[in-house]
């Protein structure tokens, strides 16, 4: 018996999330990923992974394990998959660790980034991965407002509905916000998050950007606990997990950069 684990990236448009749904309601990426795998291993294969992501979200950085008792050489493992797998998935790294590595138990962090369009006229080469606002947005404001959610708080104000149900008490260390261009980028780096609190954290960023709020309230919104104070929750098109760290130092190496910005 091997372990295996998998570095997958994907564009996440045409998917309907990460997870597996019990009724056929679309492609999803642990379904495509068991279906090939076990076409290639030549045994039935569950995978367990390190994130989810929603449906029309992607990512860069999605982990994912695996056990095998099939012989079939790791360093194959991508190339094998790309004839069993959707243009939109792939694997971009395959190795073999301990039988013990578990990957929700190695999570230091994790990045997320989230891609604004700010310019009259859309892009319609890049409108499947941002969110497209025609106003201009005043970033020094928005950085203010991003400081507002630095540290450990009760995020409840920025859990999306109907959220399975979670401790509310995260932490984020860094929030990144860079203009190249008519894009707009927001990275974000905490130590999980709850469902939708990305995009939440976006919108509510987006408003402040517009000067429909100011960025002074932030704090009165999140010790409210009350999700309708804030505004829409940014679509999921510009949303894509970008990094999950296994290890402290690579985590505080990404928080330094985005803290001397």
């Known amino acids: 018996m091997r372990n ?14 990460y997870q597996r749904q019990p009724e056929e309601r679309g492609t999803t990426v642990q379904g495509a990923l068991e279906a090939a795998l076990t076409k290639i291993c030549n045994e039935p294969i569950t995978i367990y992974g390190a994130s989810r992501t929603d449906s029309g979200v992607h990512a860069k950085f999605q ?26 998935i792939v694997v971009t790294k395959a190795e073999e660790i301990p039988m013990d590595w578990k990957p929700r138990w190695k999570i230091h962090g994790k990045e997320y980034t989230y891609t604004i369009h700010n310019e009259e006229i859309d892009d319609p080469l890049t409108q499947r991965f941002h ?28 859990q999306g509905s109907n959220s399975t149900p979670a401790n509310p008490v995260k932490t984020i260390y860094a929030i990144g916000i860079v203009k190249v261009g008519p894009k707009v980028i927001i990275s974000v780096i905490g130590d999980g998050f709850l469902y939708h609190m990305v995009r939440n954290i976006a919108g ?21 606990k009350a999700r309708k104070l804030i505004g829409k929750t940014a679509p999921p098109q510009g949303l894509c997990l970008e990094e999950i760290f296994f290890t402290q130092e690579r985590m505080q190496e990404q928080v330094e950069y985005f803290s001397n910005l």
């Not at 295996?4 to 999330?17: N, Q, S």
């Not at 606002?133 to 995020?155: C, N, Q, S, W, Y």
Request: charged share 20%; aromatic share 6%; net charge negative.
């Open 204 to 224: 509510l960023l987006v408003d402040v950007g517009l000067h429909r709020r100011e960025p002074s309230a932030i704090p009165g919104y999140l010790e409210a």
């Open 4 to 17: 295996i684990r998998l570095i997958v990236a994907y564009d996440g448009t045409d998917l309907v999330g």
């Open 131 to 158: 969110y497209h606002v025609k106003k201009p947005l005043d970033i020094g404001a928005m950085k203010r407002g991003a400081h507002e959610l630095l540290g450990t708080h009760d995020f409840t104000t920025l």
């Open 63 to 88: 982990v994912v394990t695996f056990f095998t008792e099939g012989n079939i050489p790791v360093e194959n493992i991508p190339r094998a998959m790309i004839a069993h797998m959707p243009r939109s």
